[in-house]
Structures are given as C-alpha cells and as structure tokens.
C-alpha cells in the first residue's frame, strides 16, 4: 500500500486550523500517512518568513509539486480560505485538499470594505477553479453557503466540524463563566464587550483564556494548554461567543462539556439539538 503524504501549515492542538487538520487527517482510513507540518531552518529569519501565515501556505504548494511529480499521493490539508484563489489555482494536479474554511460576518473596521465587497468576488474566483478540479467539495462549517452557486452546494459536504461533536458525562461546575478572547483586529470587534462588563460587575467567577482583558473582577490566565482547557469546562456553566464563527473549535469544546454558550441570537443555529446548546442575547 502506498504512503499518503499531507502538508498541514498547522497542527497545533491550541489553534482552530491545527484542530481541524486533526480531525481531518483522523477520518484518513490509509494508516500510512505522513504529515508535513511546519518547517524549521537554523536561519531564525528564514524560518520566521517561511512559516509565516500567509507565506507557509505557499511553501507547502512547492513541496506539494516536489511530491506530485515523484508521483506520490498528496493532500494539502490547511490553511484554506476561500478567498485565496491562488492556492486552488496552484496546487499540482491531483492534489486533494482539506476542508474550505471562511467568514461570513465582517466587522465594520478599516478592512471592512475589502472584506464585505471584495471578498465575495475572490470567493468566486476560488469556486470556478474549484468546480474545475474537484468532483467534491468538502467546508469546514456552512457559514460561506450563501456565496455559492445551486451547483457547487449540491457536490459540496459542510459543516465538517461537526465530526468534533463528542458530547461527554456532564459534571458538578463551579466556574460560572470561561471565556475564550483573542485580541485580533476582525475578532475584537466581534466580541460582546457590552454583555461582559455587565455580568463582571455581579458576583460570578469569571475566567478569560487567550489574550488579556482589562475588565475588573475578572481573571485572565493567558494562553494554557489544550488539557488544561478542556479540565476547566468540564467546571464551567457558560461562556460568551465571538460572533464570526459560532462553530468555532473553542464552541464545540464547550458543547462537548457542557457549556452553555451566549450568543447573538441571530447567529445561533437553527438545528433543534445545537440550539439547545446557545442561550439568545
């Protein structure tokens, strides 16, 4: 049996991108997989330039032709939004491709109009090279449906986070709240400031994971590990969503451990079982 070779721009179980290609590469049924990962060069400015966000990607599509044409069976897992065109247009033949993934709310900041009127023409231009190479289409979540055509959601699997969804026993809590806050410039302005100075000011154990916050009685514990994570939901009650991606890595972990996640109402799903997860603000 041949070796399947994956490139994966990230693969860290602290990151969205690095969960995903996880449980992607779980669902590959061939045990003789091999996964790429990042690069290390003993050059430190080498090595910051090659696996930085937006070159990495590239990289991997030079390693994904070195591969192809040593006519080896190869995937490029992540990172794959749908608004760069250039990574659908120049991976080499044959090469599968991991789940698309992308926004769809926007936050009204300076990259705001690139993001709400030039978006959506690049996510175009990806679906025709896509509809071009691939029979199927697999996306991580159903947040960019609205952008595409009858035929590509027809031959198109979304939603593909959903395969993370594990709910465990739930447990005795004593943390009312665990909140997950990343200080990102389209993030922060997605995050409900309003609704967490409110319940800050009542008497609740509140705990923030990710980047600091200055809000009083409020207790920040930085970026931990992915155990320690999963070891305080499995304490909290609630926490507060973001609200460019409700299916986010961190949502489902709190849905697996029973955490009642606050959200725009607007964004909550309609899905009878999910929506019993969220509580409308």
Known sequence: MSKKYFWVCEYSKNTGEGNLARLYLDKIKNKKKIVSGKVFFKNKILNKIIN??????FFGILICWYLFLKKK????VNYLPLWNFLIFLLLPPSTKIGPITGGAFFPKNKEYLIRRYIFPVLYKISEIIINLRYEKILFS??????YLSNK?????????????IKIKKN???NIDFLIYYRLHKNKKDLFNYSFLKKIAKKKLKIFIVGD????????NLGYISHNRLINLLTQTKFTLSSNENIFSFFNIECINNNVKIFANKKHIPKNSFLKKKFISI
């Open 171 to 173: 447990r005795k809590k």
């Open 52 to 57: 930085y966000k937006y070159v990495s990607p």
């Open 212 to 219: 600091k916050i200055n809000i009083p009685n409020i207790k």
């Open 152 to 164: 590509t959601v027809k031959k198109s699997e979304f939603n593909f986070v959903f395969n993370y």
């Open 73 to 76: 069976d190869v995937s490029y």
């Open 141 to 146: 979540t159903s947040l960019l449906k609205k």
